[in-house]
């Protein structure tokens, strides 16, 4: 979709530049499209075959190579968006002069794309006036400063200067990218800028003893994906993962892992009542045992038969639904395994009326589909029981597909 966007990551010469590797992996992971320019001084720090292996593409260091193709010029006027981590205190200085004599300098000045910076330096050199009046002249020109944190710099010191992490950075990056909303057509880059999203992930647990219990296949890759491209639209999010089984993106800050029902309905009811909108993607238990056993349970103690008292699990979603305040969008997954289309369709139009939520995803689920696997394929509901959109590809597709149509309401 093309809110994917350019993103050049520049790299000066510090030795927070190995944090960069994040930054680069997270946006990668966001679907964008990632060119690193590195310092040559960064690259004493970190390899260029790793960036090359992280960002996808080719990393570009040397203002002479590549000239045929006036790659200085065409890498500014290809960004969407700047990103410098770890922004010396001389790389700093030369953005405040307007000085290009790496290519850095000269991509940046070749740009009109919005800049954000992560300095880092130590303490003394961050509070320089020179330092001081630098970060000033390039606030007063729009540019983003993210941090610097306070904490552990490079030798015994602590104090003002320490790069900030790099979820931190990839969160006020995806910030600028979505509110600056340098649009390449679709009009949805940003459209959940200032939203605030929560969206529960993966399958809940109930444990039997304390080796084993309850569960379900779902890995949370569903959920994960639209976490993601909720915070790619400029969303702020939480995810609220259930046994996530799958690699939550840097970018996503804020997770909150849980394992049991109760455990998420407590999550899910605290986040959820802040959030504009909240998505119930998590595949949860209905039933847990009435009894959790302290000691494991043994074949010597039952026999060839055991038989598990269970109780009902609360719902929810419809628990979200009834306490919502304002105008707050909810949207509930329906995951079946019903082979006919007609009967999946009446089966989710029954659970729409039963939730009360505003959309609800149809997913049919089985041995080999729905769950743990790539692809997806969705039917979205709206709260008459019609299907606004059909959805079928990586997950990561279907995600911004249900997003397309929450945002449009
Ligand atoms: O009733 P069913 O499990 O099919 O409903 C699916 C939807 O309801 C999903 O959005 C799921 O996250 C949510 N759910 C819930 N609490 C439960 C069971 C399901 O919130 N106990």
New binding site residues.
Partial sequence: MSQHRTIVVGIAGGIAAYKAVSVVRAFVLQGHSVHVVATDAALRFIGKPTLEAISRNPVHSDLYEGVAEVRHVAIGQSADLIVIAPATANTIAKLATGLADDLLGNAVLASTAPLVIAPAMHTEMWNNPATVANIATLRSRGVTIVGPGSGRLTGSDTGPGRMSEPDEIVEAATAVLATEGRDSGSGTVGDLAGKRVVI?AGGTREPLDPVRFLGNRSSGKQGVALATAAGARGASVTLIGANLEVAVPDGLRRTINVGT?LEL?EA?DEAAREADLVI???????YRPTEVRQGKIRKEETGDTLTLELVK????????VATRSGNQLI??????TEPDDDRLLEIGRA?LV??G?DFLVINRVGWQEGFAVDDNRVLVLDRGGDIVAEAAGSKMSVADRILDVVAGT
């Fill in positions: 529960s029902t309905q899910m119930m993607a998590a595949a949860v238990a209905d699990n609360p719902d929810i979603l419809a628990g979200l949207v509930g997954f329906a995951a079946e659970k039963r939730k939520c």
